[in-house]
Structure formats: C-alpha cells, structure tokens
C-alpha cells in the first residue's frame, strides 16, 4: 500500500500530526503551495511531485493513482492534508479488505472528526454508495475499469460522484467503524438548529453549487442524492442569511455565478 496526501497550502503543525500517523511508503501531491510548505515538504520522507499551480483535487488525485499504479502497488489510502488516522489505520483497511467481496474497490472511514482518534469498535464492515475519499483506500486494478476522476469537477461532490460510478459499475464500497480519521470539514462553523454546520470560503460554495447542478445530470447518482444535493444548494443560501458579519455580498455572488456555470 501506498499513502497519497494531496496538499493545497496546509497548516504545517497540524500537517506534522498527519505525518506522525502514516506507517507506508508516503507520496505528497502538492497542488501549487508556497515556498515555505514546498521547503517543509522537500524536508520528508515521501516521494513528492509539484504540480506548480492548484489543478484541483481530482487532477491531483489523479495524478497520485496514476503513480501508484505505475509503481506497482495494489492498494492507495487517499489522505486530505488535515486529515489524521487512527493508529494502526492503514493495517486495519488491509485487513476490512480480507473480509470484504473481491469486487470491492473501496473501503473508508464510518465517521469523522472525532475528539481523540482511537480505534476500539471492532464492528463488521457496512456497505455504503460513497463515503468521504480522504481515508479511503481504493484498491488500484478497478481504477481504469471505473475511470478517473472528473478533473472538470476540480474540488467538491468529485468523490461523490466517483464512489457512485464505482458502484455503477458493479463495484462494493465499505466503511467500517474499526477506522476513524479526524477530519476537518469546512473553513468554519456556524450554530444551527443546535447543530455545528460546516462554512466554507466563497470559492468552495462556486464549486458546490456548480458541481451539485452537475450532479443532477449524472444518472449513475441516485435520483434521491440528487434531490438532497439541490436541498443543500437552497440550504446555502439560507445559511448566507446567518453568518453574522460575514460579507454575505461575496457568498450570494459565488452562490449565483456557480449555479448559472452549472445550468449552462
């Protein structure tokens, strides 16, 4: 197995954590960071490729396969500059995939964000229809029957819609409780209803809204998905009335331009 971690930028502290819990050979895809993180990443232990410009997740990500696969590995855990893994993580995808169908092509984490990541629930495998990509590990040789990733896409639901052409195609996904990862998602919060709702910057909310009309077109994602997707699109825009002192102007703007792109 080889670990894959795309990088944009990532916060260098929180990055040597992530470090601290890979135990395999490790690749680094940086998608256009500045000198101070390129001088960080030319001081580890990974392979590293520059791509000079941010192509977005799923060009890098691509990228990233397409090395794996050349080198001649059979399994790749997709990791998120932010993302730590439980220990023992890597081991224990191995081991999820000993149980699991030979067509399955990929097995992740059952949840996020946990306060302490250990892993003590030994629960079976759960079967899903797509997952979050970092932490997930994919299993190489489907790779080119399933296809790559829409680079088009450039960040946001671009997991999504891959795990469901997966599934598709005629391939399983799994997550198990046995691996944790702790995950940020989104730039921010905001209180809603009780409930911590991820807030992401304006460009982040183009790609959403762009890539969830997207989405509705794509008839290998579930008709119910794509309904929930246009939910979230509305609820967007009702969470744009309660940011507080955030310049809503900017996020209406993002919202509006990306749903235009989409339809057109």
């Avoid at 997991?159 to 052409?165: N, Q």
């Avoid at 409930?195 to 183009?206: D, E, G, K, T, W």
Wanted: proline share 3%; glycine share 6%; with cysteine.
């Amino acid at each position: 197995m080889i670990v894959c971690c795309i990088t944009f930028e990532p916060d260098l502290d929180r990055f040597r954590k992530v470090l601290q819990t890979i135990d395999a050979p490790l690749l680094i895809v940086d998608n256009g960071s500045s000198e101070k993180v390129l001088d960080f990443l030319a001081s580890c232990e990974a392979e590293v490729i520059y791509l000079g410009n941010n192509c977005g997740i799923a060009h890098a990500t691509n990228v990233g396969l397409s090395y794996a696969l050349d080198a001649g590995y059979d399994y790749c855990c997709l990791l998120d500059h932010d993302s730590v893994l439980c220990p023992n993580y890597l081991q224990l995808a191995l081991d999820c995939f000993k149980i699991a169908p030979s067509n399955t092509f990929a097995i992740g984490p059952f949840s996020v964000n946990s306060t302490d990541v250990v892993s003590t629930n030994k629960s079976e495998l759960y079967e899903a229809d797509a997952m979050l990509q970092s932490g997930s590990v994919v299993r190489l040789e489907f790779c080119k029957k399933i296809g790559w990733q829409l680079e088009d896409w450039f960040i946001d639901l671009v997991d999504l819609e891959w795990f469901y052409r997966a599934v598709s195609s005629g391939y399983k996904i799994f997550v198990s409780k046995r691996l944790v990862i702790d995950h940020q998602l989104g730039e921010s919060s905001i209180r809603f209803s009780g409930r911590n709702l991820a807030i992401h910057s304006p460009q982040r909310v183009y790609y959403r809204a762009r890539n969830s009309i997207f989405a509705l077109k794509k008839q290998h994602i579930p008709i119910a998905v794509r309904l929930r997707l246009l939910a979230k699109i509305m609820f967007i825009g009702i969470s744009l009335e309660i940011r507080g002192n955030e310049p809503r102007m900017r996020y209406l703007k993002a919202l509006s331009k990306g749903l235009k792109d989409g339809i057109l």
